[in-house]
DNA sequence: GAAGCAAGGTAAGATTTCCTGATCGTTTTA
DNA sequence: TAAAACGATCAGGAAATCTTACCTTGCTTC
Protein backbone atom coordinates (compact mmCIF):
# COMPACT_ATOMS: atom_id res chain seq x y z
CA UNK A 1 0.00 0.00 0.00
CA UNK A 2 2.57 2.91 0.85
CA UNK A 3 5.22 2.92 -0.56
CA UNK A 4 8.41 2.57 0.87
CA UNK A 5 10.34 5.48 0.25
CA UNK A 6 14.41 4.68 0.92
CA UNK A 7 16.84 7.16 2.27
CA UNK A 8 19.17 7.21 -0.53
CA UNK A 9 17.05 8.32 -3.38
CA UNK A 10 16.30 10.97 -1.13
CA UNK A 11 19.60 12.05 -0.31
CA UNK A 12 19.76 12.19 -4.60
CA UNK A 13 16.91 14.18 -4.48
CA UNK A 14 18.35 16.83 -1.87
CA UNK A 15 22.11 16.90 -2.95
CA UNK A 16 20.54 17.87 -6.63
CA UNK A 17 18.97 20.40 -5.14
CA UNK A 18 21.93 21.92 -3.08
CA UNK A 19 24.51 21.04 -5.46
CA UNK A 20 22.40 22.19 -8.73
CA UNK A 21 22.34 19.16 -10.71
CA UNK A 22 22.46 15.72 -11.09
CA UNK A 23 26.26 15.55 -12.37
CA UNK A 24 26.70 17.75 -9.17
CA UNK A 25 24.89 15.69 -6.81
CA UNK A 26 26.51 12.91 -8.42
CA UNK A 27 30.06 13.83 -7.72
CA UNK A 28 28.68 15.20 -3.88
CA UNK A 29 27.71 11.60 -3.41
CA UNK A 30 30.66 9.83 -5.00
CA UNK A 31 28.00 8.25 -7.32
CA UNK A 32 27.74 8.50 -11.28
CA UNK A 33 25.60 10.29 -12.70
CA UNK A 34 23.08 7.50 -14.01
CA UNK A 35 22.93 6.56 -10.57
CA UNK A 36 20.85 9.47 -9.64
CA UNK A 37 19.31 9.71 -12.79
CA UNK A 38 18.04 6.50 -11.92
CA UNK A 39 17.42 6.66 -7.98
CA UNK A 40 15.17 9.64 -9.00
CA UNK A 41 13.36 8.32 -12.01
CA UNK A 42 12.78 5.45 -9.44
CA UNK A 43 11.01 7.73 -6.42
CA UNK A 44 9.33 9.74 -9.35
CA UNK A 45 7.71 6.90 -10.43
CA UNK A 46 6.90 5.41 -7.00
CA UNK A 47 4.95 8.60 -5.80
CA UNK A 48 3.47 9.08 -9.05
CA UNK A 49 4.45 12.88 -9.37
CA UNK A 50 7.49 14.07 -10.89
CA UNK A 51 9.98 15.92 -9.11
CA UNK A 52 12.03 17.80 -11.36
CA UNK A 53 10.92 19.95 -14.08
CA UNK A 54 11.79 17.37 -17.52
CA UNK A 55 12.58 18.10 -20.45
CA UNK A 56 14.53 21.60 -19.77
CA UNK A 57 18.33 21.49 -19.57
CA UNK A 58 18.17 22.13 -15.84
CA UNK A 59 17.05 20.76 -12.74
CA UNK A 60 14.67 22.65 -11.51
CA UNK A 61 11.98 21.27 -8.98
CA UNK A 62 7.91 20.90 -9.94
CA UNK A 63 5.63 22.63 -7.50
CA UNK A 64 5.19 18.83 -6.32
CA UNK A 65 8.77 18.82 -5.63
CA UNK A 66 8.73 21.85 -3.65
CA UNK A 67 6.19 20.13 -1.83
CA UNK A 68 8.54 17.25 -0.90
CA UNK A 69 11.80 19.06 -0.42
CA UNK A 70 11.66 20.03 3.47
CA UNK A 71 9.44 17.18 4.44
CA UNK A 72 12.31 14.77 2.39
CA UNK A 73 14.87 17.38 4.39
CA UNK A 74 13.16 16.63 8.12
CA UNK A 75 12.93 12.84 6.87
CA UNK A 76 16.58 12.66 6.34
CA UNK A 77 17.65 14.96 9.40
CA UNK A 78 15.49 12.65 11.55
CA UNK A 79 17.18 9.59 10.31
CA UNK A 80 21.19 11.25 10.71
CA UNK A 81 20.34 11.81 14.08
CA UNK A 82 19.00 8.78 15.27
CA UNK A 83 22.11 7.59 13.95
CA UNK A 84 24.19 9.78 15.13
CA UNK A 85 22.68 9.31 18.55
CA UNK A 86 22.74 5.38 18.84
CA UNK A 87 26.14 5.24 17.50
CA UNK A 88 27.13 7.55 20.14
CA UNK A 89 25.11 5.35 22.77
CA UNK A 90 27.06 2.52 21.39
CA UNK A 91 30.30 3.48 21.60
CA UNK A 92 29.86 4.76 25.10
CA UNK A 93 30.10 8.42 24.07
CA UNK A 94 27.00 9.31 25.72
CA UNK A 95 24.70 7.08 28.03
CA UNK A 96 23.77 6.60 31.96
CA UNK A 97 25.20 4.39 34.10
CA UNK A 98 23.67 3.67 37.91
CA UNK A 99 26.55 2.20 40.49
CA UNK A 100 25.76 0.64 44.38
CA UNK A 101 28.96 0.03 45.96
CA UNK A 102 29.55 -0.86 49.51
CA UNK A 103 30.31 2.55 51.51
CA UNK A 104 33.90 1.92 51.62
CA UNK A 105 34.50 0.98 48.31
CA UNK A 106 32.14 4.41 47.37
CA UNK A 107 34.89 6.17 49.51
CA UNK A 108 38.01 4.80 48.98
CA UNK A 109 38.13 3.18 45.70
CA UNK A 110 35.47 4.80 43.03
CA UNK A 111 36.88 8.64 43.57
CA UNK A 112 39.76 7.71 41.70
CA UNK A 113 38.63 5.16 39.57
CA UNK A 114 35.49 7.80 38.95
CA UNK A 115 37.70 10.53 37.75
CA UNK A 116 39.39 8.81 35.57
CA UNK A 117 36.75 7.71 34.17
CA UNK A 118 35.15 10.54 33.25
CA UNK A 119 38.01 11.91 31.72
CA UNK A 120 37.70 8.70 29.14
CA UNK A 121 33.79 9.04 28.65
CA UNK A 122 33.02 12.41 29.38
CA UNK A 123 29.89 12.25 28.14
CA UNK A 124 28.50 9.44 30.06
CA UNK A 125 25.84 10.23 32.97
CA UNK A 126 27.33 8.21 36.54
CA UNK A 127 24.89 7.94 39.30
CA UNK A 128 26.51 6.16 42.38
CA UNK A 129 24.51 4.68 45.71
CA UNK A 130 26.61 3.41 48.51
CA UNK A 131 24.83 1.05 51.22
CA UNK A 132 25.40 -2.30 52.93
CA UNK A 133 26.29 -4.87 51.03
CA UNK A 134 22.73 -6.46 50.99
CA UNK A 135 21.27 -3.14 49.86
CA UNK A 136 23.79 -3.26 46.42
CA UNK A 137 22.81 -6.81 46.26
CA UNK A 138 19.26 -6.08 46.51
CA UNK A 139 20.06 -2.96 44.28
CA UNK A 140 21.42 -5.46 41.41
CA UNK A 141 18.80 -7.85 41.63
CA UNK A 142 15.82 -5.31 40.84
CA UNK A 143 17.92 -3.79 38.68
CA UNK A 144 17.64 -0.14 40.37
CA UNK A 145 21.41 -0.08 39.49
CA UNK A 146 23.66 -1.68 36.54
CA UNK A 147 26.30 -2.77 38.45
CA UNK A 148 27.08 -3.04 41.91
CA UNK A 149 30.63 -3.37 43.88
CA UNK A 150 30.89 -5.30 47.35
CA UNK A 151 31.45 -8.47 48.44
CA UNK A 152 29.05 -11.57 48.05
CA UNK A 153 28.50 -14.27 50.76
CA UNK A 154 27.21 -16.50 48.08
CA UNK A 155 26.73 -17.03 44.56
CA UNK A 156 23.08 -16.29 43.70
CA UNK A 157 21.13 -17.27 41.18
CA UNK A 158 19.79 -14.09 38.14
CA UNK A 159 24.01 -12.69 39.79
CA UNK A 160 27.01 -12.65 38.21
CA UNK A 161 29.93 -12.05 40.38
CA UNK A 162 33.34 -11.23 38.93
CA UNK A 163 35.78 -10.92 42.14
CA UNK A 164 38.49 -7.85 42.10
CA UNK A 165 39.73 -7.62 45.17
CA UNK A 166 40.66 -9.08 48.78
CA UNK A 167 40.29 -7.35 51.39
CA UNK A 168 42.15 -8.70 54.75
CA UNK A 169 39.89 -8.42 57.96
CA UNK A 170 41.95 -7.02 60.75
CA UNK A 171 41.48 -5.22 64.47
CA UNK A 172 40.92 -1.59 65.08
CA UNK A 173 42.05 0.00 68.47
CA UNK A 174 43.31 3.30 69.92
CA UNK A 175 47.27 4.12 69.52
CA UNK A 176 47.45 3.56 73.33
CA UNK A 177 45.51 -0.09 73.53
CA UNK A 178 47.77 -2.73 74.59
CA UNK A 179 47.04 -4.26 71.14
CA UNK A 180 48.13 -1.52 69.43
CA UNK A 181 51.80 -2.95 69.12
CA UNK A 182 50.72 -6.39 68.59
CA UNK A 183 51.54 -7.50 65.04
CA UNK A 184 50.61 -10.33 63.96
CA UNK A 185 47.91 -10.65 65.72
CA UNK A 186 45.92 -14.12 67.12
CA UNK A 187 42.57 -13.85 67.26
CA UNK A 188 43.20 -15.56 70.89
CA UNK A 189 44.73 -12.48 72.41
CA UNK A 190 41.53 -10.61 71.30
CA UNK A 191 39.88 -12.11 74.12
CA UNK A 192 38.95 -10.31 77.32
CA UNK A 193 38.94 -6.66 75.13
CA UNK A 194 35.49 -5.26 74.80
CA UNK A 195 34.09 -5.37 71.07
CA UNK A 196 32.37 -3.35 69.28
CA UNK A 197 30.58 -5.41 66.51
CA UNK A 198 29.56 -3.37 63.28
CA UNK A 199 27.92 -4.65 59.97
CA UNK A 200 31.21 -6.33 58.94
CA UNK A 201 31.47 -8.77 61.85
CA UNK A 202 29.45 -11.49 60.04
CA UNK A 203 33.00 -11.94 58.25
CA UNK A 204 34.02 -13.37 61.30
CA UNK A 205 30.86 -16.47 61.20
CA UNK A 206 31.78 -19.40 60.64
CA UNK A 207 35.98 -19.28 61.70
CA UNK A 208 37.46 -19.84 64.48
CA UNK A 209 37.51 -16.12 65.89
CA UNK A 210 33.02 -16.12 65.66
CA UNK A 211 33.01 -16.82 69.43
CA UNK A 212 34.57 -13.08 69.96
CA UNK A 213 31.07 -12.26 68.69
CA UNK A 214 29.03 -14.00 71.31
CA UNK A 215 30.70 -12.39 74.17
CA UNK A 216 29.90 -8.87 72.46
CA UNK A 217 26.88 -6.42 73.86
CA UNK A 218 27.87 -3.13 71.31
CA UNK A 219 26.78 -2.84 67.93
CA UNK A 220 27.26 0.54 66.26
CA UNK A 221 26.54 0.32 62.38
CA UNK A 222 27.30 3.49 61.93
CA UNK A 223 30.87 4.64 60.85
CA UNK A 224 31.23 7.76 62.41
CA UNK A 225 29.59 6.91 65.32
CA UNK A 226 31.94 3.71 65.58
CA UNK A 227 35.15 5.78 64.75
CA UNK A 228 34.10 7.89 67.62
CA UNK A 229 33.68 5.08 70.11
CA UNK A 230 37.22 3.81 68.85
CA UNK A 231 38.86 7.08 69.39
CA UNK A 232 37.21 7.47 72.72
CA UNK A 233 38.90 4.25 73.67
CA UNK A 234 35.22 2.52 74.40
CA UNK A 235 36.65 -0.64 72.92
CA UNK A 236 38.09 -2.38 69.78
CA UNK A 237 36.58 -3.52 66.77
CA UNK A 238 37.06 -5.85 63.71
CA UNK A 239 37.08 -4.12 59.90
CA UNK A 240 38.21 -5.45 56.89
CA UNK A 241 41.46 -2.97 55.50
CA UNK A 242 39.62 -1.06 53.12
CA UNK A 243 37.05 0.11 55.18
CA UNK A 244 39.89 1.54 57.92
CA UNK A 245 39.64 5.54 57.59
CA UNK A 246 43.50 5.67 57.34
CA UNK A 247 43.54 9.24 58.12
CA UNK A 248 42.32 8.45 61.58
CA UNK A 249 45.70 9.38 63.76
CA UNK A 250 44.57 7.98 67.10
CA UNK A 251 43.61 4.48 65.61
CA UNK A 252 46.00 1.59 64.57
CA UNK A 253 44.93 -0.91 62.07
CA UNK A 254 46.10 -4.37 62.52
CA UNK A 255 45.76 -7.49 60.04
CA UNK A 256 44.44 -10.22 61.87
CA UNK A 257 46.95 -13.42 60.84
CA UNK A 258 44.99 -16.21 61.94
CA UNK A 259 42.59 -16.95 61.05
CA UNK A 260 43.52 -15.18 57.74
CA UNK A 261 39.80 -13.21 57.00
CA UNK A 262 39.05 -12.12 53.61
CA UNK A 263 36.02 -10.24 52.19
CA UNK A 264 36.16 -11.04 48.23
CA UNK A 265 35.16 -7.68 46.78
CA UNK A 266 33.71 -7.89 42.92
CA UNK A 267 31.67 -6.59 40.35
CA UNK A 268 27.79 -7.84 41.16
CA UNK A 269 25.86 -7.78 38.07
CA UNK A 270 22.72 -9.21 36.74
CA UNK A 271 22.39 -12.56 34.52
CA UNK A 272 20.40 -12.64 31.58
CA UNK A 273 20.25 -9.22 30.72
CA UNK A 274 23.42 -7.59 28.88
CA UNK A 275 24.69 -4.28 30.11
CA UNK A 276 23.51 -0.96 28.68
CA UNK A 277 26.47 0.35 26.43
CA UNK A 278 27.56 2.86 29.33
CA UNK A 279 27.29 0.37 31.85
CA UNK A 280 29.41 -2.07 29.80
CA UNK A 281 32.41 0.86 29.55
CA UNK A 282 31.88 1.37 33.33
CA UNK A 283 32.68 -2.51 34.00
CA UNK A 284 35.58 -2.57 31.50
CA UNK A 285 36.74 0.51 33.34
CA UNK A 286 36.57 -0.71 36.98
CA UNK A 287 38.07 -4.05 36.20
CA UNK A 288 40.93 -2.49 34.27
CA UNK A 289 41.63 -0.09 36.78
CA UNK A 290 41.36 -2.50 39.62
CA UNK A 291 43.98 -4.83 37.82
CA UNK A 292 46.15 -2.39 37.14
CA UNK A 293 46.61 -1.35 40.71
CA UNK A 294 46.59 -4.80 42.45
CA UNK A 295 49.70 -5.25 40.16
CA UNK A 296 51.49 -2.42 41.13
CA UNK B 1 31.17 7.83 8.74
CA UNK B 2 27.34 7.88 10.18
CA UNK B 3 25.89 4.16 9.36
CA UNK B 4 22.90 4.25 7.26
CA UNK B 5 20.06 2.38 9.04
CA UNK B 6 17.66 1.29 6.46
CA UNK B 7 13.81 1.32 7.22
CA UNK B 8 13.65 -1.94 6.72
CA UNK B 9 15.64 -3.97 9.56
CA UNK B 10 14.22 -1.62 11.82
CA UNK B 11 10.56 -3.12 11.17
CA UNK B 12 11.97 -6.12 11.65
CA UNK B 13 13.17 -5.25 15.01
CA UNK B 14 9.93 -3.66 15.79
CA UNK B 15 8.39 -6.88 14.19
CA UNK B 16 10.09 -8.93 16.22
CA UNK B 17 9.35 -6.59 19.57
CA UNK B 18 5.45 -6.43 18.83
CA UNK B 19 4.81 -9.82 17.52
CA UNK B 20 6.83 -11.36 19.91
CA UNK B 21 10.03 -13.75 18.05
CA UNK B 22 11.41 -13.95 14.93
CA UNK B 23 8.85 -15.96 13.44
CA UNK B 24 6.34 -14.46 14.02
CA UNK B 25 8.06 -11.32 12.86
CA UNK B 26 8.94 -12.82 9.54
CA UNK B 27 5.18 -14.29 9.16
CA UNK B 28 4.04 -10.63 9.84
CA UNK B 29 6.71 -8.97 7.07
CA UNK B 30 5.78 -12.46 4.85
CA UNK B 31 10.08 -12.75 4.95
CA UNK B 32 11.35 -16.11 6.07
CA UNK B 33 12.56 -16.55 9.44
CA UNK B 34 16.28 -16.11 8.42
CA UNK B 35 15.94 -12.90 6.42
CA UNK B 36 14.50 -11.77 9.71
CA UNK B 37 18.01 -12.68 11.53
CA UNK B 38 20.44 -11.61 9.21
CA UNK B 39 18.99 -7.89 8.76
CA UNK B 40 18.83 -7.62 12.46
CA UNK B 41 22.20 -9.01 12.57
CA UNK B 42 23.36 -6.63 10.01
CA UNK B 43 21.86 -4.04 11.86
CA UNK B 44 23.39 -4.57 15.00
CA UNK B 45 26.90 -5.10 13.31
CA UNK B 46 26.46 -1.60 12.20
CA UNK B 47 25.78 0.20 15.15
CA UNK B 48 28.05 -2.28 17.27
CA UNK B 49 26.24 -3.41 19.91
CA UNK B 50 23.29 -5.94 19.89
CA UNK B 51 19.52 -5.30 20.54
CA UNK B 52 18.47 -8.66 21.12
CA UNK B 53 19.75 -11.09 23.93
CA UNK B 54 21.82 -13.54 22.45
CA UNK B 55 21.31 -17.57 23.44
CA UNK B 56 18.46 -17.02 25.07
CA UNK B 57 15.99 -19.02 24.10
CA UNK B 58 13.18 -16.09 23.56
CA UNK B 59 14.12 -12.78 21.85
CA UNK B 60 14.93 -10.13 24.32
CA UNK B 61 15.62 -6.85 23.81
CA UNK B 62 19.09 -5.74 25.61
CA UNK B 63 19.41 -1.97 27.43
CA UNK B 64 20.50 -0.81 24.27
CA UNK B 65 18.08 -2.59 22.20
CA UNK B 66 14.95 -0.86 24.68
CA UNK B 67 16.71 2.67 24.31
CA UNK B 68 16.42 2.13 20.23
CA UNK B 69 13.24 0.72 20.56
CA UNK B 70 11.25 4.28 20.69
CA UNK B 71 13.73 5.69 18.56
CA UNK B 72 13.48 3.38 15.99
CA UNK B 73 9.57 3.51 16.33
CA UNK B 74 9.76 6.90 15.60
CA UNK B 75 11.59 7.16 12.77
CA UNK B 76 9.39 4.48 10.86
CA UNK B 77 6.53 6.44 11.85
CA UNK B 78 7.82 9.77 10.47
CA UNK B 79 8.80 7.95 7.39
CA UNK B 80 5.13 5.98 7.20
CA UNK B 81 3.15 9.71 7.78
CA UNK B 82 5.62 11.31 4.99
CA UNK B 83 4.52 8.73 2.70
CA UNK B 84 0.99 8.59 3.34
CA UNK B 85 0.87 12.43 2.77
CA UNK B 86 3.46 12.26 -0.58
CA UNK B 87 1.17 9.53 -2.33
CA UNK B 88 -2.40 11.91 -0.86
CA UNK B 89 -0.75 14.65 -2.31
CA UNK B 90 0.18 13.18 -5.47
CA UNK B 91 -3.05 11.31 -5.76
CA UNK B 92 -5.06 14.77 -5.87
CA UNK B 93 -6.39 13.51 -2.54
CA UNK B 94 -5.23 16.90 -0.70
CA UNK B 95 -3.26 19.33 -1.53
CA UNK B 96 -4.61 23.61 -2.62
CA UNK B 97 -5.44 25.10 -5.91
CA UNK B 98 -5.62 28.90 -6.21
CA UNK B 99 -7.48 29.95 -9.32
CA UNK B 100 -8.11 33.43 -10.74
CA UNK B 101 -11.22 33.63 -13.03
CA UNK B 102 -12.83 36.85 -14.70
CA UNK B 103 -16.02 37.78 -12.80
CA UNK B 104 -18.60 36.31 -15.41
CA UNK B 105 -16.42 32.80 -15.56
CA UNK B 106 -16.55 33.09 -11.45
CA UNK B 107 -20.17 34.06 -10.99
CA UNK B 108 -21.51 31.77 -14.08
CA UNK B 109 -19.40 28.95 -14.92
CA UNK B 110 -17.04 27.89 -11.69
CA UNK B 111 -19.84 27.32 -9.10
CA UNK B 112 -21.35 24.40 -10.99
CA UNK B 113 -17.60 23.23 -11.78
CA UNK B 114 -16.39 24.05 -8.52
CA UNK B 115 -19.41 22.29 -6.89
CA UNK B 116 -18.68 18.77 -8.81
CA UNK B 117 -15.15 19.35 -8.27
CA UNK B 118 -15.69 19.23 -4.45
CA UNK B 119 -17.26 16.17 -4.87
CA UNK B 120 -14.18 14.29 -6.95
CA UNK B 121 -11.31 15.44 -4.88
CA UNK B 122 -13.19 16.67 -1.27
CA UNK B 123 -9.88 16.97 0.29
CA UNK B 124 -8.62 20.02 -2.11
CA UNK B 125 -8.86 23.36 -0.69
CA UNK B 126 -9.85 25.79 -3.27
CA UNK B 127 -9.56 29.45 -3.50
CA UNK B 128 -11.00 31.12 -6.35
CA UNK B 129 -10.28 34.72 -6.79
CA UNK B 130 -11.78 37.17 -9.63
CA UNK B 131 -11.00 40.05 -11.15
CA UNK B 132 -10.58 41.42 -14.51
CA UNK B 133 -8.80 39.66 -17.38
CA UNK B 134 -5.83 42.16 -16.77
CA UNK B 135 -5.37 40.84 -13.60
CA UNK B 136 -5.69 37.26 -14.09
CA UNK B 137 -2.77 37.69 -16.60
CA UNK B 138 -0.87 38.95 -13.83
CA UNK B 139 -1.97 36.68 -10.86
CA UNK B 140 -1.17 33.70 -13.20
CA UNK B 141 2.24 35.43 -14.31
CA UNK B 142 3.33 36.27 -11.07
CA UNK B 143 2.72 32.45 -9.77
CA UNK B 144 -0.36 34.36 -7.33
CA UNK B 145 -2.03 31.52 -8.49
CA UNK B 146 -1.87 28.10 -10.33
CA UNK B 147 -4.39 28.92 -12.99
CA UNK B 148 -6.48 31.05 -15.06
CA UNK B 149 -9.53 31.41 -16.34
CA UNK B 150 -10.15 34.57 -19.04
CA UNK B 151 -9.53 35.65 -22.31
CA UNK B 152 -6.09 36.11 -23.60
CA UNK B 153 -5.75 39.30 -26.39
CA UNK B 154 -2.68 37.71 -27.39
CA UNK B 155 -0.38 35.11 -26.86
CA UNK B 156 2.55 36.02 -24.40
CA UNK B 157 5.90 33.95 -23.80
CA UNK B 158 5.51 32.19 -20.42
CA UNK B 159 1.90 32.19 -20.22
CA UNK B 160 -0.08 28.88 -21.88
CA UNK B 161 -3.49 29.59 -23.24
CA UNK B 162 -5.61 26.60 -24.03
CA UNK B 163 -9.22 28.02 -25.25
CA UNK B 164 -12.27 26.28 -23.95
CA UNK B 165 -15.33 28.16 -25.13
CA UNK B 166 -16.11 31.23 -27.70
CA UNK B 167 -17.97 33.77 -25.90
CA UNK B 168 -20.07 36.10 -28.30
CA UNK B 169 -20.69 39.48 -28.08
CA UNK B 170 -23.92 41.45 -27.89
CA UNK B 171 -25.82 44.44 -27.12
CA UNK B 172 -27.37 44.62 -23.69
CA UNK B 173 -30.65 47.32 -23.79
CA UNK B 174 -33.88 47.23 -21.31
CA UNK B 175 -36.80 45.47 -23.04
CA UNK B 176 -38.79 48.64 -24.23
CA UNK B 177 -35.59 50.26 -25.94
CA UNK B 178 -36.15 50.30 -29.80
CA UNK B 179 -33.25 47.83 -30.35
CA UNK B 180 -35.18 45.05 -27.58
CA UNK B 181 -36.74 43.29 -30.91
CA UNK B 182 -33.85 43.41 -33.49
CA UNK B 183 -32.26 40.61 -33.61
CA UNK B 184 -30.18 39.69 -35.29
CA UNK B 185 -28.58 42.96 -35.18
CA UNK B 186 -25.83 45.13 -37.36
CA UNK B 187 -23.64 47.01 -35.90
CA UNK B 188 -24.26 49.95 -37.80
CA UNK B 189 -28.25 49.74 -36.38
CA UNK B 190 -26.27 50.88 -33.02
CA UNK B 191 -25.01 54.36 -34.32
CA UNK B 192 -26.88 57.22 -32.45
CA UNK B 193 -27.98 55.35 -29.76
CA UNK B 194 -26.12 56.31 -26.26
CA UNK B 195 -23.16 53.48 -25.34
CA UNK B 196 -21.81 52.96 -22.03
CA UNK B 197 -18.86 51.09 -22.11
CA UNK B 198 -17.34 48.29 -19.80
CA UNK B 199 -14.19 46.67 -19.00
CA UNK B 200 -15.17 44.56 -22.22
CA UNK B 201 -15.98 47.31 -24.68
CA UNK B 202 -12.24 46.50 -26.09
CA UNK B 203 -13.80 43.28 -27.71
CA UNK B 204 -15.22 45.80 -30.11
CA UNK B 205 -11.51 47.11 -31.22
CA UNK B 206 -9.75 46.41 -34.00
CA UNK B 207 -13.68 45.47 -35.25
CA UNK B 208 -15.61 47.71 -37.62
CA UNK B 209 -18.09 48.41 -35.14
CA UNK B 210 -15.01 50.13 -32.90
CA UNK B 211 -15.94 53.54 -34.49
CA UNK B 212 -19.11 53.47 -32.07
CA UNK B 213 -16.82 53.46 -28.77
CA UNK B 214 -15.35 57.05 -30.06
CA UNK B 215 -18.48 58.35 -29.90
CA UNK B 216 -19.23 57.49 -25.90
CA UNK B 217 -18.95 59.16 -23.17
CA UNK B 218 -20.29 57.27 -20.78
CA UNK B 219 -17.64 54.05 -19.03
CA UNK B 220 -18.95 52.06 -15.93
CA UNK B 221 -16.72 49.25 -15.01
CA UNK B 222 -18.75 48.22 -11.99
CA UNK B 223 -21.34 45.39 -13.30
CA UNK B 224 -24.07 46.26 -10.78
CA UNK B 225 -23.61 49.73 -11.29
CA UNK B 226 -24.01 49.19 -15.05
CA UNK B 227 -27.02 46.90 -14.56
CA UNK B 228 -28.85 49.66 -12.85
CA UNK B 229 -28.10 51.97 -15.71
CA UNK B 230 -29.19 49.56 -18.08
CA UNK B 231 -32.43 49.32 -16.41
CA UNK B 232 -32.80 52.60 -15.62
CA UNK B 233 -33.13 53.36 -19.49
CA UNK B 234 -30.10 55.19 -19.41
CA UNK B 235 -28.45 53.86 -22.51
CA UNK B 236 -27.24 49.89 -24.16
CA UNK B 237 -23.99 48.67 -23.60
CA UNK B 238 -21.82 45.43 -25.25
CA UNK B 239 -21.24 42.28 -22.93
CA UNK B 240 -19.82 38.89 -24.07
CA UNK B 241 -23.27 36.46 -23.47
CA UNK B 242 -21.36 35.41 -20.40
CA UNK B 243 -21.13 38.55 -18.66
CA UNK B 244 -24.89 38.94 -19.42
CA UNK B 245 -26.76 38.52 -15.79
CA UNK B 246 -29.93 36.87 -17.74
CA UNK B 247 -32.08 36.90 -14.52
CA UNK B 248 -32.64 40.52 -14.78
CA UNK B 249 -36.04 40.66 -16.45
CA UNK B 250 -36.06 44.03 -18.20
CA UNK B 251 -32.77 43.76 -19.90
CA UNK B 252 -32.37 42.07 -23.20
CA UNK B 253 -29.37 40.50 -24.74
CA UNK B 254 -28.77 40.48 -28.36
CA UNK B 255 -26.68 39.14 -30.40
CA UNK B 256 -24.28 40.85 -32.43
CA UNK B 257 -24.47 39.33 -36.02
CA UNK B 258 -22.43 41.79 -38.11
CA UNK B 259 -19.20 41.74 -36.78
CA UNK B 260 -19.50 38.56 -35.23
CA UNK B 261 -17.13 39.35 -32.09
CA UNK B 262 -16.34 36.77 -29.94
CA UNK B 263 -13.53 36.37 -27.03
CA UNK B 264 -12.01 33.24 -26.57
CA UNK B 265 -12.30 32.09 -23.13
CA UNK B 266 -9.50 29.58 -21.50
CA UNK B 267 -7.44 28.00 -18.89
CA UNK B 268 -4.62 30.34 -18.58
CA UNK B 269 -0.95 28.91 -16.53
CA UNK B 270 2.66 29.71 -16.98
CA UNK B 271 4.76 27.87 -18.93
CA UNK B 272 8.06 25.97 -17.79
CA UNK B 273 6.78 24.92 -14.10
CA UNK B 274 4.12 22.11 -14.31
CA UNK B 275 1.34 22.55 -11.63
CA UNK B 276 0.85 21.29 -8.70
CA UNK B 277 -1.20 17.69 -8.47
CA UNK B 278 -4.14 19.35 -7.03
CA UNK B 279 -4.03 21.76 -9.92
CA UNK B 280 -3.14 19.52 -12.60
CA UNK B 281 -6.63 17.78 -11.17
CA UNK B 282 -8.32 21.14 -11.42
CA UNK B 283 -7.06 22.01 -14.98
CA UNK B 284 -8.01 18.52 -15.50
CA UNK B 285 -11.90 18.74 -14.33
CA UNK B 286 -12.72 21.99 -15.69
CA UNK B 287 -11.47 20.90 -19.21
CA UNK B 288 -13.70 17.84 -19.23
CA UNK B 289 -16.70 20.09 -17.66
CA UNK B 290 -16.60 22.33 -20.60
CA UNK B 291 -15.68 20.04 -22.94
CA UNK B 292 -18.92 18.30 -21.47
CA UNK B 293 -21.43 21.08 -21.41
CA UNK B 294 -20.34 22.10 -25.00
CA UNK B 295 -21.00 18.74 -26.49
CA UNK B 296 -24.50 18.42 -25.61
C1' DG C 1 15.07 -39.32 30.47
C1' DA C 2 14.44 -39.78 25.56
C1' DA C 3 11.48 -37.94 21.96
C1' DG C 4 9.44 -34.17 20.03
C1' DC C 5 8.92 -29.47 19.16
C1' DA C 6 9.81 -24.76 18.55
C1' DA C 7 13.13 -21.21 18.99
C1' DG C 8 16.91 -18.86 16.48
C1' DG C 9 21.37 -19.34 13.86
C1' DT C 10 24.16 -20.78 9.62
C1' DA C 11 25.29 -21.95 4.70
C1' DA C 12 24.72 -22.08 -0.26
C1' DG C 13 22.22 -20.78 -4.18
C1' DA C 14 19.07 -17.68 -6.56
C1' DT C 15 16.96 -13.33 -7.18
C1' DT C 16 16.62 -8.65 -7.03
C1' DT C 17 18.56 -4.24 -6.56
C1' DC C 18 21.79 -1.06 -7.53
C1' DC C 19 25.81 0.92 -9.67
C1' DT C 20 28.96 1.81 -13.56
C1' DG C 21 30.60 2.89 -18.24
C1' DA C 22 29.38 4.04 -22.75
C1' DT C 23 26.33 6.52 -25.61
C1' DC C 24 22.58 9.61 -27.23
C1' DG C 25 19.69 13.89 -27.76
C1' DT C 26 19.07 18.49 -26.23
C1' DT C 27 20.31 22.89 -24.50
C1' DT C 28 23.48 26.35 -23.31
C1' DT C 29 27.90 28.60 -24.00
C1' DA C 30 32.01 30.49 -26.44
C1' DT D 1 28.54 27.09 -35.46
C1' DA D 2 31.33 24.30 -32.72
C1' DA D 3 32.01 22.92 -28.11
C1' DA D 4 30.58 21.91 -23.64
C1' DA D 5 27.30 20.64 -20.22
C1' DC D 6 23.25 18.47 -18.80
C1' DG D 7 20.19 14.73 -18.22
C1' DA D 8 18.23 10.18 -20.16
C1' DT D 9 18.89 5.48 -21.60
C1' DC D 10 20.90 0.86 -22.08
C1' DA D 11 23.58 -3.25 -21.22
C1' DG D 12 26.57 -5.56 -18.17
C1' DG D 13 28.21 -6.68 -13.67
C1' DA D 14 28.71 -6.21 -8.61
C1' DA D 15 26.49 -6.20 -4.24
C1' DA D 16 22.87 -6.71 -1.27
C1' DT D 17 19.02 -9.50 0.02
C1' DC D 18 16.00 -13.23 0.07
C1' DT D 19 14.88 -18.34 0.16
C1' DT D 20 15.51 -23.25 0.97
C1' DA D 21 17.60 -26.59 3.65
C1' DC D 22 19.88 -27.89 7.74
C1' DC D 23 21.94 -27.29 12.50
C1' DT D 24 22.03 -26.25 17.55
C1' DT D 25 19.77 -25.31 21.77
C1' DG D 26 16.34 -25.34 25.29
C1' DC D 27 11.94 -26.69 26.81
C1' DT D 28 8.01 -29.72 26.98
C1' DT D 29 5.89 -34.22 27.07
C1' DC D 30 5.04 -38.81 27.84
Avoid at 68 to 74: A, D, I, K, V
Avoid at 142 to 157: F, H
Wanted: net charge neutral; glycine share 8%; proline share 5%.
Amino acid sequence: MLPELKLQPLRCVLAIIDQGGFHAAAKHLHRSQPAISMAVGELESRLGQALFEKGSGKARLTPFGQWCEPRFRELVAHHDRLSRDALAMASHQVGRVDIAAVPSVASRLMPDILASFVVDYPGIEINLHDGNSELVRSMVLKAEVDLGITSLWQAEEGLDFTPLLQDAVGVVCRDDHPLADCDPLHWRELSGHTLIRNGTSRLLEGSPAAGLLTHSTLYVSNMISLTAMLEAGIGITTLPRLAFQEERRRLRFIALAEPLLERRIGLLSRTGVSLSPAAQAMRQHVMARLDHSRSR
